[in-house]
């Protein structure tokens, strides 16, 4: 039988040997020896210098550090309410001698008598405490109110969006409006394009089904969510054959406008009417059955039904020269433009913010709205044109454009449009494409 190395055989067993007595009375000795020696060391005092070797290093016990702590931040979102006072929206957070210091710094930077009703703003807190109050002016700028060592102040940030540029076109089957739609977009980029074009296109008479556009328009996103749109910096539209391009351009010192290829300004004296999308109920006419008094009169104004508030805007730079009401024209105003004319706006629901006699307006400014005072069987727009007191046909008048970008800035306008003119072209032959293999899709079918 093989052993393991690791057995060991009991104390009795005979494979173990047992100590002799001799080993045993010696070892028995030893062992009292170690006693004494260990009684006489534990007994006897020990010295100071040998206390102090063994005297303990004193262990300071680790202080543990208070948990890290997330601070919380939250923020509550609101518009304006009606009737509202900056008071009233950051009360709970400053005193009244504070919100009276704010006041009188806002003056200077935002007057908080400006703070309309329906704007958007934001409180943000810090662990229960004031952080910020920011109030959104409009879509391009907010004013902000924060806490500088204890003591608040207010300053004016631009608002951060993201910007993609993105090409977006469309063919007309009823409107502009609708054709908008279609795509998906939103009404406003509609207005947009109307504002653009409007010197050359009327977009009540003009369009055609079959008319086609497209433009290469900032989309800007905020927290991730679609915030409108930026700036149109190229765009085309094709009415009736006859393409008409506009690229955003800043001649020098001169406003942002927007010329054609040529670097002509789609800017005119005058626009081609007053309001962007209604219809015309009544032309110009020097003989016309009047729908009221039933007695035949000239009538050289252009009629635009639309509904009730439709914004209406001036054709053109001026002044208000007459604002008031009559029994026949209802709410009106009258602006005198340069060189002679003069262009009257009837039947007015009421005036927009600011609107005064006296005052200057600019082309395309909402001036007032649409409505039916006065003597009117409906909600429409009575629009009249003179020049040197003589009636004129809107809608024959040839307007003057305003200057063409400059000689000076030519070559700067060429380079900066030229990569917006090629993206146009792409974007227009794919769309042809597009739908040359759609219609023969159809006719395989």
Same mark, same amino acid.
């Given at each position: 039988?093989?052993?393991?190395?690791d057995?060991?055989p009991?104390l009795?067993?005979?494979?173990?040997?047992? @100590?002799? &007595?001799? &080993?045993k009375? #010696?070892?028995?000795a030893l062992?009292?020896m170690?006693?004494?020696?260990?009684?006489?060391l534990?007994?006897s005092?020990?010295?100071?210098? +040998?206390?102090a070797r063994?005297?303990?290093l004193?262990?300071?016990a680790?202080?543990?550090s208070p948990?890290? $702590? &997330?601070?919380?931040?939250e923020?509550?979102k609101a518009?304006v309410?009606?009737?509202?006072?900056?008071?009233a929206l950051?009360?709970?957070?400053?005193?009244?001698?504070?919100i009276?210091?704010?006041?009188? !710094?806002?003056?200077?930077?935002y007057?908080?008598? &400006?703070?309309?009703?329906?704007q958007?703003?934001?409180?943000v807190?810090?662990?229960?405490q004031?952080?910020s109050f920011i109030?959104?002016?409009? *879509?391009?700028e907010q004013?902000?109110i924060?806490?500088d060592k *204890?003591q608040?102040t +207010?300053?004016l940030?631009p608002?951060e969006?993201e910007?993609v540029?993105?090409s977006?076109?469309?063919e007309?089957k009823?409107?502009?409006?609708e054709a908008?739609?279609?795509?998906?977009e939103? @009404?406003e980029?509609?207005?947009i394009?109307?504002d653009?074009f /409007?010197? *050359? #296109?009327n977009?009540?008479?003009?369009?055609?089904?079959?008319d086609?556009?497209?433009?290469?328009v900032q989309k800007?996103y905020?927290?991730?969510?679609?915030?409108?749109?930026g700036?149109? =910096?190229?765009?085309?539209?094709?009415? !009736?054959g006859?393409?008409f391009k506009?690229l955003?351009?800043k001649d020098? *010192? !001169?406003k942002?406008s927007?010329y054609?290829?040529k670097g002509?300004n789609l800017?005119k004296?005058?626009l081609?009417?007053?309001?962007?999308?209604?219809r015309?109920s009544?032309?110009y006419t020097m003989r016309r %059955?009047h729908?009221?008094?039933?007695?035949w009169?000239a009538h050289?104004a252009?009629?635009y039904?639309?509904?009730i508030?439709?914004?209406v805007?001036?054709v053109?730079d001026?002044s208000?020269?007459?604002k008031?009401?009559?029994e026949?024209?209802?709410h009106f105003?009258?602006? $005198?433009?340069s060189?002679?004319?003069?262009t009257?706006?009837?039947?007015?629901? /009421?005036?927009?913010?600011g #609107?005064?006699?006296?005052?200057?307006v600019?082309q395309g400014q909402i001036i007032?709205?649409? /409505?039916?005072?006065?003597m009117?069987?409906?909600?429409?727009?009575d629009?009249?044109? $003179?020049?040197? /007191?003589?009636p004129?046909?809107p809608?024959?008048?040839?307007?003057p454009?305003?200057?063409a970008v400059?000689a000076?800035?030519m070559?700067?306008?060429k380079? %900066?449009?030229? @990569?917006?003119?090629?993206?146009?072209?792409?974007s227009?032959l794919q769309?042809?494409? =597009?739908?040359?293999?759609?219609s023969?899709?159809?006719?395989?079918l």
């Open positions: 039988m093989s052993l393991n190395k057995f060991h009991p009795n067993s005979p494979g173990r040997r047992q @100590p002799s &007595k001799v &080993k009375i #010696i070892f028995g062992v009292m170690g006693a004494g020696i260990l009684f006489f534990v007994g005092e020990p010295s100071a210098e +040998l206390e063994e005297t303990p004193a262990v300071t680790p202080v543990s948990p890290l $702590t &997330k601070a919380v931040r923020e509550f518009l309410p009606t009737g509202s006072s900056i008071t950051i009360g709970d957070y400053f005193s009244l001698q504070e009276d210091s704010l006041n009188r !710094q806002s003056k200077e930077v007057p908080f008598t &400006k703070i309309c009703a329906g958007p703003y934001r409180i807190t810090i662990d229960n004031f952080d109030y959104e002016i409009d *879509d391009e004013l902000i924060r806490l *204890d608040p +207010l300053e940030q608002i969006y910007v540029v993105e977006v076109q469309g007309i009823t409107s502009l409006f908008i739609q279609e795509i998906g939103k @009404p980029l509609a207005y394009l109307a653009i /409007g010197w *050359d #296109i977009f009540i008479l003009d369009l055609r089904v079959g086609r556009f497209q433009a290469l800007r905020r927290d991730g969510e679609p915030a409108g749109y700036r149109v =910096l190229a765009a085309e539209f094709i009415n !009736q006859e393409s506009a955003r351009f020098g *010192d !001169q942002v927007f054609n290829e002509e800017r004296a005058f081609k009417a007053p309001l962007s999308f209604t015309i009544s032309g %059955l729908p009221i008094t039933k007695v009169k050289p252009i009629d039904a639309a509904p508030g439709t914004p805007k001036t053109g001026g208000i020269t007459r008031g009401y009559g026949g024209n209802g105003l009258e602006v $005198t433009h060189n002679g004319y003069k009257m706006y009837l039947h007015l629901k /009421g005036f927009a913010r #609107i005064a006699q006296g005052k200057r600019h007032g709205y649409v /409505g039916s005072s006065g009117s069987t409906g909600p429409h727009l629009f009249r044109m $003179t020049r040197h /007191g003589k004129v046909n809608l024959k008048l040839k307007a454009a305003a200057e400059s000076e800035h070559a700067e306008f380079a %900066l449009t030229a @990569p917006l003119l090629a993206r146009l072209e792409e227009y769309h042809t494409q =597009l739908a040359q293999t759609e023969n899709q159809k006719k395989a």
